[in-house]
């Protein structure tokens, strides 16, 4: 079985695969304290929640975007089930072309979505993922990652405009009854929610006029289910897109 583990900067995500099938997925709040044992805690735990242990794993992949967290998190591979990890980089066998200056600068976690839509969707294609960050990024139709855009993301967006205007405060991220609030809650959840689906409808216009083409849109991260519904922009909604690009990845360097 394949351990695939996922870095971001909110959580860290673990999950098992059996050759294509999914048998489970876990996530921990990214601590850059962690050890690699306190790591290994936590996944043995995990996986004995699953009904899985240590001995059920045969490969590991890793993307992170925490770079004080992937040595930890290797060498927790290492020590607990004793197994040599792929480190996602630009210079794996992604299945995918690189059309961008500084290959390096691109987050592991945008490559591997990349690689994900592509091999569901073919290109062109694009993918937003909701996270800290709110990011596109677009595989071109050559089949190439050829850039994206980075934007706050949703809760990062609130937690500046509640700090930093005295009179401002944090609101839940759900849209109001209409887009014109009736006290400064639903004022601010308007400017939020509804100026988020603007600000994704815009840009995702640009990206198709830029590609000079229509094509599919994949939603993924842990708000894509907040927006989705109230735009029209998305193919789908893949919380598992991550995962399967890493399942992806780990299969071509294997060959």
Same mark, same amino acid.
């Given at each position: 079985?394949?351990?695939?583990? @996922? $870095?971001?900067?909110?959580?860290?995500? !673990?999950?098992?695969?059996?050759?294509?099938?999914?048998?489970?997925?876990? /996530?921990?709040?990214?601590?850059?304290?962690?050890?690699?044992?306190?790591?290994?805690?936590?996944?043995?735990?995990?996986?004995?929640?699953?009904?899985?242990?240590?001995?059920?794993?045969?490969?590991?992949?890793? #993307?992170?975007?925490?770079?004080?967290?992937?040595?930890?998190? /290797?060498?927790?591979?290492?020590?607990?089930?004793?197994?040599?990890?792929?480190? &996602?980089?630009?210079?794996?066998?992604?299945?995918?072309?690189? @059309?961008?200056?500084?290959?390096?600068?691109?987050?592991?976690? /945008?490559? $591997?979505?990349?690689?994900?839509? !592509?091999?569901?969707?073919?290109?062109?294609?694009?993918? &937003?993922?909701?996270?800290?960050?709110?990011?596109?990024?677009?595989?071109?139709?050559?089949?190439?990652?050829?850039?994206?855009?980075?934007?706050?993301?949703?809760?990062?967006?609130?937690?500046?405009?509640?700090?930093?205007? #005295? /009179?401002?405060?944090?609101?839940?991220?759900? !849209?109001?009854?209409?887009?014109?609030?009736?006290?400064?809650?639903?004022?601010?959840?308007?400017?939020?929610?509804?100026?988020?689906?603007?600000?994704?409808?815009?840009?995702?216009?640009?990206?198709?006029?830029?590609?000079?083409?229509?094509?599919? &849109?994949?939603?993924?991260?842990?708000? #894509?289910?907040?927006?989705?519904?109230?735009?029209?922009?998305?193919? &789908?909604?893949?919380?598992?897109?991550?995962?399967?690009?890493?399942?992806?990845?780990?299969?071509?360097?294997?060959?």
């Amino acid at each position: 079985m394949l351990l695939t583990v @996922d $870095v971001g900067n909110t959580h860290v995500k !673990f999950a098992v695969y059996e050759e294509q099938a999914l048998r489970g997925n876990w /996530r921990a709040t990214t601590d850059r304290e962690r050890t690699p044992d306190e790591w290994g805690i936590h996944l043995e735990r995990f996986l004995d929640q699953g009904g899985l242990g240590l001995g059920d794993l045969s490969g590991c992949i890793i #993307a992170s975007v925490v770079p004080q967290l992937t040595d930890s998190l /290797r060498q927790m591979a290492e020590k607990y089930p004793r197994l040599k990890p792929l480190i &996602v980089t630009h210079e794996s066998n992604l299945g995918i072309g690189i @059309d961008y200056p500084h290959p390096y600068e691109i987050g592991a976690d /945008r490559l $591997v979505n990349s690689v994900a839509a !592509f091999a569901a969707y073919g290109a062109p294609v694009f993918v &937003v993922d909701f996270g800290t960050g709110t990011t596109f990024d677009i595989v071109n139709a050559e089949g190439a990652y050829t850039g994206g855009i980075i934007a706050p993301g949703l809760e990062a967006s609130l937690a500046a405009l509640s700090q930093r205007a #005295a /009179r401002l405060f944090n609101v839940a991220l759900e !849209f109001p009854p209409s887009v014109i609030g009736k006290s400064t809650a639903q004022a601010m959840q308007s400017g939020l929610l509804w100026g988020y689906v603007s600000l994704i409808e815009g840009l995702g216009a640009r990206v198709q006029e830029a590609l000079g083409q229509p094509c599919p &849109v994949i939603a993924t991260g842990g708000l #894509a289910d907040r927006i989705a519904p109230h735009t029209t922009l998305f193919t &789908v909604v893949d919380h598992d897109l991550t995962v399967k690009g890493l399942r992806l990845i780990w299969e071509r360097n294997q060959r």
